[in-house]
């Protein structure tokens, strides 16, 4: 762990906070400065820091007629999750490219794209999204634009945009808000709104009825894939939130992990075939983790079999651990034998979380593997046995 201070965090005291960019103490009551317009940094404790490295750039995000970028929601999402949030797009700084749907062929996306930066990973607005949905960083190549399309996807007008719609977004945006979050006009449209005209308190009005909130509730993967095997995906949920029968789909296997959608999930039984894996001890222990394995193809091979030298050299394929079990010793002699056999894969757990998504393999490569500064730790660890 790194013992570094959090410089969001380091700003936020009991009765005022010091603005990251002018380092002016501003009164706890005041949401931005009052000299640079920087708004109050979040408080990040106690939340996954999933954006942790990444430092984003958002295209067409952001109205231009909020005081500052950072008083948005999408900023303050992505800065309390991890993300360092950078206002001019600096080549040299930026390492993430959030776009705004309908901007695949704005002058940004082109100089990344078409200019050969490789160093920079262009994604919609959903990737960021979908991973604050998730509460993990979904890899950006399941997002990433490659190549620029013929004609730009349709976007919104106006100052509700599509992503307006996302789950998350709807459930958190009132908690990530400040009162300058939104421009003008929008405000003015609300305010103007049907909705916000008041009524005589004499007037006959309709009587009120409760409905419901829609529930946007997460399943475990591997539980996921459990009950479909079991063909109970979701039964309880149809009967209770649906009267018509669930429609049929032929398409490709795949797990949601919304629970209003585990009726269309599939699992392929070959998708892990041929792969046999040594899971870390809290992995290992997870019964829904070693049954949807198994349920594709994969073969589990236990600790406890035989030396743990012998069992990785002669009869393992790939290591599954979980962030938490980085450094135990499991990964630390899988490390030292990964020297002697590169081919031994070692993954953490989130890549068999999107092989199962997805319903195919992904490479496993990038945030999925070991990085170098924790293999060299691996090593000393074992060297010191």
Known sequence: MSSVVDPVDGTITRDSWTCPICTVEVSRKNAFCQVCLRSRPM?????????????????????????????????????????????????????????????????????????????????????????????????????????????????????????????????????????????????????????NVLVNANANLPPCFEVPELQYTNVDVFEAVCNAQKGKASVEEDQENYEDAPETRKRAANIGILRCEQRHNRVDSFLFSGMKFLLTPSLESNPHLTRALKLCGAQIVSSSEGSLGKLLRTAVTHVLYDHGEKKCDVMIEAANVKKELPGLTLAQVNWAEDCLILGELVPPCGHYVPTEKLLATLSKKFARR
């Not at 106690?46 to 500052?68: D, M, S």
């Not at 992503?163 to 003015?188: C, D, G, W």
């Open 43 to 195: 408080d990040r404790c106690g939340v996954p820091q999933i954006f942790a490295g990444c430092r984003i750039h958002f295209n067409g995000v952001i109205p231009r007629t909020i005081k500052h970028p950072s008083h948005s929601v999408e900023w303050r999402m992505a800065e309390r999750h991890g993300a360092t949030c950078i206002v001019d797009f600096d080549v040299s700084q930026v390492n993430v490219l959030v776009y705004r749907p309908g901007y695949e062929r704005s002058d940004k996306v082109r100089r990344c794209v078409e200019g050969g930066i490789s160093n920079i990973f262009v994604v919609p607005i959903t990737w960021m999204l979908d991973c604050l949905l998730q509460s993990r960083q979904i890899h950006v190549g399941l997002y990433r634009l490659t190549s620029i399309p013929a004609v730009a996807q349709p976007t919104g007008k106006g100052p509700v945009l599509p992503h307006h719609q996302h789950p998350y977004y709807l459930m958190n945006v009132e908690e990530y808000a400040i009162p300058t979050s939104f421009s003008q006009n929008r405000q003015k449209e609300a305010n103007g709104s049907p909705n």
